[in-house]
């Protein structure tokens, strides 16, 4: 048996920039108020759509509760992962990382741990 948790800790991480990217703060102007409660955009969502939708909101509303109570320069190294993740390259880093690969590398490994133990700990892991 080997353990996959490296690989669903960058889908959850992935997802999870996926959600943040796509997050707005101020409601959309124009909206109808007879649709401003609406659960979905789309008029086609079954039932099963929209609970998969809600559980995975759920989720990555978690994911963003546990990633902000983190410290510098964990959360810095969750961020820059999540981004690299999401666009599948290493190309994205942080002035607020170490220069030093090596450092950098230790850093990223403490903080994938930490957000893994949290994840654990709420029971999405």
């Not at 969502?45 to 759920?58: E, F, K, L, P, Q």
């Amino acid at each position: 048996m080997r353990n996959d948790s490296n690989v669903i800790l960058d889908d959850i991480l992935s997802r999870w920039h996926h959600h943040c990217k796509h997050y707005s703060p101020v409601p959309i102007a124009g909206a109808d108020p007879m649709f401003r409660n609406a659960v979905s955009p789309k008029g086609w969502d079954s039932t099963a759509d929209i609970a998969d939708d809600t559980v995975n909101a759920a989720q990555m509303k978690a994911v963003d509760f546990h990633v902000s109570e983190m410290r510098d320069p964990h959360k810095a190294a969750i961020y820059i992962l999540a981004r690299n993740c999401y666009t599948g390259r290493e190309v994205w880093f942080s002035p607020r990382l170490p220069a030093d690969k090596e450092e950098r590398r230790v850093i990223v490994l403490e903080a994938r741990n930490e957000l893994c133990r949290r994840l654990m700990a709420a029971g999405m892991l």
